[in-house]
């Protein structure tokens, strides 16, 4: 039987490491990128979340609906409470955002407050300052549409 001989292309074990710490290398910069890829997505999809229940907040106060403009505002403040906390330090517009994401949990927390036998009047006014301040935000963060 004939010997197989495998040729490697490495004429030393140096060489061979150094191969192998290029090949760790590139897969750690792999997933970072994935990493920072699936953040961007579920910071996109928190934003998205913000908009989407800030808008039914107030469309469901021209209905006059108090339960569900209860629902949406505390949907919304937790949309912009995990925006905060998903928020990196160097992210375009993060100071900005975080005020009025600040302001979104505020005007909610006063709509909470008022509660749920007060006329849907009284609490569309807080539900509107919700909703500028989360439009704001989304922009300032950049994930407007």
Do not use: Q
């Given at each position: 039987m004939a010997a197989i001989r495998v040729q490697t292309g490495?004429?030393?074990?140096?060489?061979?490491?150094s191969g192998l710490i290029l090949i760790i290398v590139f897969s750690l910069i792999a997933h970072t990128s994935v990493f920072a890829v699936e953040q961007g997505q579920s910071?996109?999809?928190?934003?998205?979340?913000?908009?989407?229940?800030?808008?039914?907040?107030?469309a469901h106060g021209g209905m006059g609906d108090t339960k569900a403009i209860i629902h949406h505002?505390?949907?919304?403040a937790q949309y912009a409470e995990l925006l905060i906390k998903q928020l990196?330090?160097?992210?375009?517009?993060?100071?900005?955002?975080?005020?009025?994401?600040?302001?979104?949990?505020r005007h909610c927390k006063r709509v909470a407050e008022i509660g749920i036998h007060a006329d849907p009047g009284v609490l569309l006014n807080p539900a509107i300052k919700a909703r500028?301040?989360?439009?704001?935000s989304v922009?300032?963060?950049?994930f407007a549409k």
């Open positions: 490495y004429s030393s074990i140096a060489s061979m490491i910071l996109s999809e928190a934003a998205d979340g913000l908009r989407l229940n800030a808008e039914d907040m107030v505002c505390a949907e919304t990196s330090r160097s992210h375009p517009g993060r100071e900005e955002g975080i005020a009025s994401l600040h302001d979104v949990i500028t301040a989360a439009r704001a922009k300032a963060l950049g």
